[in-house]
């Protein structure tokens, strides 16, 4: 049954996307002032979100934030002022949904002062906004598994949410399964908001966790086989001992063939 009910939502996720994250798209981006209004956004990431590439922070608009299925996703950005700005631009985490869609993003200062060439950051920032282009990359973090931290509103043994952090790849979490160590009865959790996955269906023991995430022009399941102990605390961040490296792939005709100059 959990298999069926992730695949379907799977289907359902991959066949109504419209967005062609990997293509180039051109807008035009603000910034916050502080990145912490950033980090206590719709994601839940909280003061987690500042130690995320350092604290080079975006909120991205609905298509984007993906209904909590973008967060933890990597773009890169460049604005088009040449005085100004660099060719490569700056990378920014996805944290939190932003509900002005007269830009698709709105980033951290020091994300925006990242777009600048050397000793201009102080002059782009006086512009406010600027004219960019942007498009999704993978999101890498060396030595630095996908981890698990349990969330506050953990109730032992009745209620279980989690939030993923440091999410490789270039893809999408879309279903999560939970079962006890050496077991193969798995129950499915529900994507609760944001970062975060929750069960009333708890099962004892440590727990495993399997992901199904998108990959290729489908979607695989990761098997992360030793996450929570027996003994799992409220508030606690764990190790999955696994990472995530696919990039899903997306039939973005016309523009495959834009290329990044």
């Keep these: 049954m959990a298999f069926f009910v992730c695949f379907f939502f799977l289907f ?6 419209t967005a062609c994250d990997r293509c180039v798209h051109k807008t035009k981006v603000a910034y916050f002032s502080k990145a912490s209004a950033l980090s206590s956004g719709a994601c839940g990431y909280g003061s987690l ?3 995320f590439n350092s604290g080079h922070l975006a909120a991205g608009v609905a298509s984007l934030y993906k209904d909590g299925a973008g967060c933890g996703a990597c773009f890169q950005i460049r604005c088009k002022n040449t005085s100004h700005c660099t060719k490569e631009g700056t990378i ?3 944290t939190d949904l932003n509900r002005n869609n007269q830009t698709d993003f709105v980033i951290s200062s020091r994300a925006f002062m990242a777009m600048a060439q050397k000793g201009m950051g102080q002059d782009i920032l006086k512009l406010g906004i600027v004219d960019v282009e942007y ?15 349990v969330e506050e509103s953990s109730q032992k043994p009745n209620y279980l949410a989690v939030k993923f952090l440091y999410q490789g790849g270039q893809t999408e979490i ?12 798995w129950g499915f959790m529900s994507h609760n908001y944001g970062a975060v996955w929750d069960t009333s269906r708890v099962p004892l023991g440590a727990l495993q966790f399997r992901f ?5 022009y489908d979607g695989k399941y990761i098997w992360a086989q030793h996450v929570l102990p027996a003994d799992w605390k409220s508030g606690v961040i764990y190790d999955s001992g696994v ?5 899903a792939q997306e039939g973005c005709s016309p523009c495959n063939d834009e290329t990044w100059k």
Excluded: E
């Design 49 to 51: 979100a500042l130690g």
């Design 12 to 17: 359902l996720l991959v066949s109504s996307s």
């Design 92 to 94: 920014v985490t996805l």
């Design 212 to 216: 199904v995430i998108t990959a290729g």
């Design 243 to 247: 990472q995530f490296t696919d990039i």
């Design 135 to 149: 498009k999704r990359v993978p999101c890498q973090y060396k030595n630095q598994n996908l981890a698990v931290r």
């Design 174 to 185: 879309v279903g999560v399964d939970v079962a006890q160590v050496d077991s193969s009865n």
